[in-house]
């Protein structure tokens, strides 16, 4: 329930559901999941883009939604994005009045179930690049180690609804980069190891949305003697084209990179300095870092939209680190922290002496 008491924008940090208001309003919103409301026949026309809301105006004027999507790659066309409205247990689709980076803008929306649909190509019916996350986790009460690997959209009610269940099951939290470049949807991709492992169900893993509230796929990783380090590396099924490739370390005798963002405290002011034009060129997962500038406060949702509006790339990259860099040494700091969690090995490859 969200209690808006002006006129404003309004963004809620859990959901990421955004609200435009000319008057004080109440509204309550809450998860529904997709398979409950997609038929089959639809889901071979449909691929769901972000999670699906629920959403009831209690009182007052709502003028603008905007419901957040997944993150996709650039160039992507964004004529196939829908948004589909379920009441009585039928679907109708509306074109939003835009698209923005992250999300669809709704104006003057009408209230049922909500949320984003892409549309597939009948070409291609793999043709929808996301930007994607690797997430794993260490059970603390298995004897021997072992770990969950899941492979999800770079959505942050999905990674949510994983860190809650992981919690239940008593399990920590690995960080480590997500992949090198966008996956796509219907694809699946190979899980390996360089030490002597077990991968169970299967070392496959689909690429796909599933709804915060239902459960996601992941493997389990069983090591029996962990080495002092292991790689894990996940390929492309169709090419064998590597996508993504992490290194566990058991800590002893070893400079993992949890110990290297220890020892990097206060450096950023520094490295933004003697790295900017590189930075501009070279820094990727965009979303995933403005996610984590949300979350420490050093952007707001204006200041991210301003980002994410231009036109390429690297001008986005240059309007973030300048925009960083007007807020002073501790947004700075920030950044060059939340690089060591999104991409410690282009950190590291920066600091390399010239």
Known sequence: ??????????????????????????????????????????????????????????????????????????????????????????????????????????????????????????????????????LIFQQLSAANTTLHLYLIPDDNSVRQAIEQQEMKWNSKFIPKPPPFRPLFFGCSYQVTTTKSSEITPESRLPFCYKSPKEQQLFVEIYIKNMA???????????????????????????????????????RGAAFLKKNKTRLCSRMGQLSTILLYLREANVVNSDEEEEVQGQDTSKKKNQALVELVEKKGLEAKEQLYQILWKTDPYLVMDLEKPC
């Open 1 to 134: 329930r969200a209690d808006l008491p002006c006129a404003g924008i309004f963004r809620c940090a859990i959901t990421g559901l955004s609200f435009k208001v000319n008057s004080a309003v109440t509204i309550t919103y809450r998860y529904d999941s997709w398979t409950t409301h997609l038929s089959k026949a639809d889901q071979e026309t449909w691929v769901p883009a972000g999670p699906l809301f629920h959403i009831e105006r209690v009182l007052g004027r709502l003028n603008r939604t905007l419901l957040p999507f997944l993150s996709v790659a650039e160039d992507v066309n964004t004529s196939l994005c829908s948004i589909a409205h379920f009441k009585s247990g039928e679907m109708s689709l509306e074109r939003p009045t835009r698209v923005n980076a992250f999300s669809a803008v709704l104006e003057n929306p009408s209230f049922s179930l909500l949320g984003v649909l892409w549309r597939r190509l009948r070409s291609a019916l793999n043709s929808l690049p996301m930007h994607s996350l690797v």
């Open 228 to 266: 002092e380090e292991v790689g894990l590396h996940m390929t492309d099924t169709r090419s064998g084209t590597e996508v993504w490739r992490a290194l566990l370390t058991t800590g002893r005798n070893s400079r993992s990179i949890e110990g290297l963002v220890r020892l990097s405290k206060s």
